[in-house]
């Protein structure tokens, strides 16, 4: 039968995570096609994925010339069949009913650009460490492009592996963008985002994991590249109105300076209090409100503490 959802799982050098990652979608395959695209892995992640091709419906296709997560990914999505696609990366997991909700969602609101749900934080050892998400409420709905997108561009507050959207139309606007090894995944959502509606649902359907190997961490060490990846999504995609991109620009000085803290970059927060304060008293709300500061700072400072470091 044709499957009505793919799940892509690009893959490399992946075996420390990966097979929990697989246990996690068993008993959660209904319906469902797995493409796992391995990127040349030397760590036995292939000999993993193929112990799992018989109580999964997992098809594995070898990815070795390609040169980045985001190719590994747009080569998995043009071999899925099915009219949905998920991605779930190496290191995060699926929670029960995930399949379920995702159907649930589809039925429920068929016009929508991008199906999601919120997500849960985990440590290296899988335990919860917090909860991440969009502030689009508490209960299921129907959220208007122009509200995704007002909120979307002051973060991207959608985990990678809580998205549903349609393979169609992800292809016929290019996929993943393979110069953007940062913001792929939010350049996607937006350009989506833009053609219609979002669904939302507040279950914490997909476990995220946090850990100081995850190339969004080794890569940022860069911060003039990070901050390009950041802008670059911004120009794209801003909208006209002066307050929202004053409350973008903002994000991206935080996160901006964030990363600089992590890796100890002198100078990456300069201005950036006077940026903030800039915003007045209602901005700084919805500043917080839309870029769940909170809420993303503090896992990742219990991830440091329980490694032993002194939070950056």
């Known amino acids: 039968m044709t499957p009505w959802l793919s799940v892509l799982i690009p893959v490399h050098n992946g075996a420390a995570t990966l097979e929990r990652t697989l246990r996690s979608l068993q008993g959660q395959c209904g319906g469902v096609e797995i493409v796992l695209a391995d990127q040349g892995s030397s760590d036995g992640s292939r000999e993993i994925a193929e112990s799992y091709s018989d109580t999964l419906p997992l098809r594995i296709i070898d990815t070795s010339d390609r ?13 899925a069949r099915a009219p949905y696609a998920t991605i779930l990366p190496q290191d995060d997991l699926w929670r029960p009913g995930r399949t379920d909700l995702l159907r649930m969602l589809a039925r429920r609101y068929p016009q929508a650009a ?16 917090g909860r991440f ?12 492009g122009v509200e995704a997108l007002s909120a979307l561009i002051v973060q991207n507050t959608l985990a990678m592996p809580a998205v549903m959207f349609p393979r169609e139309q992800a292809l016929a606007t290019g996929g993943l963008d393979e ?12 350009r989506l985002v833009g ?39 911004y120009d794209r995609h801003a909208p ?18 964030l990363a600089g803290r992590y890796h100890n970059v002198p100078g990456a927060c300069r201005g950036t209090i006077r940026q903030l304060a800039g915003l007045g008293p209602l901005g700084l709300w919805r500043y917080l409100r839309d870029s769940r500061l909170i809420a993303r700072v503090l896992p990742r400072l219990r991830a440091n503490l329980l490694r032993g470091r002194p939070p950056g």
């Open 133 to 144: 998400g969009p502030a689009f409420g508490r209960r299921q709905r129907l959220v208007s």
């Open 195 to 233: 053609r219609g509606p979002l669904a939302w649902a507040p279950a914490r359907a997909v476990a995220f994991r946090l850990h100081g190997d995850a190339q969004t961490i080794t890569g940022s060490r860069d911060i003039a590249d990070f901050r390009d990846q950041l802008t670059r999504v």
């Open 114 to 129: 991008i199906w999601s749900h919120a997500a849960c934080y985990v440590d290296a050892g899988a335990r919860l460490s």
């Open 240 to 257: 006209a109105s002066s307050r929202l991109r004053q409350l973008a620009e903002v994000s991206i000085a935080v996160n901006v300076c």
């Open 179 to 190: 110069t953007l090894w940062y913001t792929a995944d939010w350049d996607l959502w937006l």
């Open 67 to 79: 040169t980045n997560w985001m190719a590994n990914t747009n080569a998995a999505l043009r071999a």
